[in-house]
């Protein structure tokens, strides 16, 4: 069977031998085979045939080297190997993408060869957690050019409803390692770029130009400085079109300003008010039992003695939360989210007590908000704690303000969302914390001009009092 795209030598001992959406090259070396990605499982038949009519044979690839997990790229491998005999070589954090075992996993920096031909194996994670792009020389006409796939340059799996797909779950750092992997590449000398897709080098009008021009249309020194200007460029705009279309109104303790805090009645006003998110907090009841209340002592919004956890919860039911002549009852976790789970809402649960990080985790995953959750502290130490129970949950750190090291200290631990002081937001901030990949939601939204320069800056959501407001404003 041919695919749709006829097999060509791109330059030196490099060809083309995939279709138009999908992607494949091989290298053919002394030795045999290299083959860069593998197309997906349908079009194995036409790279197959595509190397008849170059005059390889199957039993000719003896490497492939995968730049990512994605089906496009990878989905075909395991059946080539089956049929050429081929060793497999990609990222290990990419295993979950794919449907088999490689026989090899790439390490930064490696240097795959066989025969006279090397490719240089960079770690440029982004695109997935597992990216490598690959970089070889290749001679023509007496000359040598300097050859490089960027493994991963599509900036559509990192738009949120992507990321938080259940069968996906990327850490919003991944944009962050996405801006890193652009800044290394930089520095990349490339003469001939190669499509990790056919599009991206232009490689249709290059093919029809080739025969009727002396010079070879592949070779462009310019073209990967812009390339990764443009896939940078394309990067920074979905960032900013999502702070507006994926922002989200958290309702404070639910709509806290006009009812009492943290209650079923706060939860649902702040619904009714335009709240798209709800933020509440969370501490443990003296039989174990995680319930919604803000405060370390009773007093201010019940009027009652001590703390949360010297009560029962059949105790604590007995108490009532006051605000302006209406009442309601402490509710439990389980009973919240029996309420709103099913709502096209997200969550901010603060740990605020002690040793509520096993039984928050459990409720997120039993109800099924996990997609949908952030999972909040002033604590770092809790959200390492929640990350190791479930590596899978988002986090986000509460702090008046953030300095460099405290940026390293969420990048090493994980915590995907940045949470400062509303007066701490400038859009010179939030654009330099977007860049290393962190969610912005500020908190102490305290007024209306706050609440305006808060959102111009860009941040991705706010923790109001007052939903109804910030509703207005975002026109959601
Ligand atoms: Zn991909």
Known sequence: MLGDTAPFRIAGNLYFVGTHAKSCHVLATSRGLIMI?????DTVDA???SLGTLGFSPSDVKIILLSHGHPDHAGGAGRLREITGAEIYMGEDDLKYVGFVPDHFLSDGDEIALGDTVVSCLFTPGHTEGTFSFFFNLVENGMTYRAGMFGGSGGNQLKKPYMNRPDRRVSYLMRGA?????DRLEEE???????NHTWQNDQ??????MFDSPENPFIDPTEWQKHLDKTREAMQAIIREESKTEFVNYAHRGASETRPENTMTAFYEGVALGANGIETDVQMTLDGVPVLFHDDALLRVTGEPGSIGDYT???????TVKKDGMVDRIPTLEEFLAAFSWRDITFAIELKGEGAEQAVADLVYRYGVDCKCVVTSFVLERL??????????????????????????????????????AENVTPERVEEWHARGFNVRPWAVTDDELMRSAYAAGVDGMTVNFPDRLAALTGK
């Open 37 to 41: 990605d593998s197309g997906g499982i």
């Open 178 to 182: 996405f801006f890193k992997t652009l």
């Open 47 to 49: 790279i197959l045939g």
């Open 384 to 421: 390492r704690r929640i990350r190791a129970i479930a590596p899978g949950l988002r986090t986000g750190w509460l702090k008046k303000d953030f300095a460099d090291e405290d940026l390293r200290a969420m990048e090493a631990a994980g915590v995907d969302e940045l949470c400062p002081r």
């Open 189 to 195: 000398h490339v003469d001939i770029m190669i499509g």
């Open 204 to 209: 249709d009008r290059k093919y029809e130009r």
């Open 313 to 319: 919860l059949a105790e604590l039911r007995k108490f």
